[in-house]
T-cell receptor, first 115, second 115 residues
Framework: GAGVSQSPSNKVTEKGKDVELRCDPI?????LYWYRQSLGQGLEFLIYFQGNSAPDKSGLPSDRFSAERTGGSVSTLTIQRTQQEDSAVYLC?????????????FGPGTRLTVL | GQQLNQSPQSMFIQEGEDVSMNCTSSSIFNTWLWYKQDPGEGPVLLIALYKAGELTSNGRLTAQFGITRKDSFLNISASIPSDVGIYFCAGYDAYSGAGSYQLTFGKGTKLSVIP
């Protein structure tokens, strides 16, 4: 079946502009995660959605970052007033906990470049 | 917070050689996952481990959940050029109280295979 998809695959923006990144999780997966990966680094947790529960926003680096998940499926990560340090690959993952354990399945990522 | 130490950071091996990498944590985990990431792609799940002492294989890959629950290793036998990439370990600590099933990721092992 279809995996996690993300769009756009690449985004170049100017400092100060807002950007929206989209994630389509695997159909039926109840949990959705956003991560950030800087060049040559590991994955930094940003935010987690599980069903209808309130999201865990503990990883968001500043109030310029927000995310929503509509209808328990598609999610959008929004970065307002982008800064150069926001440049990174933003990865989305979904899982079907608990039925399939805690394994998360990742999308290809969106590479964000802030000029 | 939780710490995951993954080693080695990088390795160069000859095609056909076996490879071993490991992760150790500062706390007890009840889930260990191993991912591979190719350039420009999202991490792909290789093996999931849910029980201390568990040994699981996926083709030429074998991973084990350490009996202390603080470590895991991944072995690749008879390496081939397509094994090149970055391998990440990830773990989940059920006792952290995070409540959001956050995975803690290692910083990755970059594998290069010399034909």
């Amino acid at each position: 079946g279809a995996g996690v998809s993300q769009s756009p695959s690449n985004k170049v923006t100017e400092k100060g502009k807002d950007v929206e990144l989209r994630c389509d999780p695997i159909s039926g997966h109840t949990a959705l995660y956003w991560y950030r990966q800087s060049l040559g680094q590991g994955l930094e947790f940003l935010i987690y959605f599980q069903g209808n529960s309130a999201p865990d926003k503990s990883g968001l680096p500043s109030d310029r970052f927000s995310a929503e998940r509509t209808g328990g499926s598609v999610s959008t990560l929004t970065i307002q007033r982008t800064q150069q340090e926001d440049s990174a690959v933003y990865l989305c993952a979904s899982s079907f906990y608990p039925q399939q354990g805690l394994a998360q399945y990742f999308g290809p990522g969106t590479r964000l470049t802030v000029l | 917070g939780q710490q995951l130490n993954q080693s080695p950071q990088s390795m160069f091996i000859q095609e056909g050689e076996d490879v071993s990498m490991n992760c150790t944590s500062s706390s007890i985990f009840n889930t260990w996952l191993w991912y591979k990431q190719d350039p420009g792609e999202g991490p792909v799940l290789l093996i999931a481990l849910y029980k201390a002492g568990e040994l699981t294989s996926n083709g030429r890959l074998t991973a084990q959940f350490g009996i202390t629950r603080k470590d895991s290793f991944l072995n690749i036998s008879a390496s081939i050029p397509s094994d090149v990439g970055i391998y990440f370990c990830a773990g989940y600590d059920a006792y952290s109280g995070a409540g959001s099933y956050q995975l803690t990721f290692g910083k990755g092992t970059k594998l290069s295979v010399i034909p």
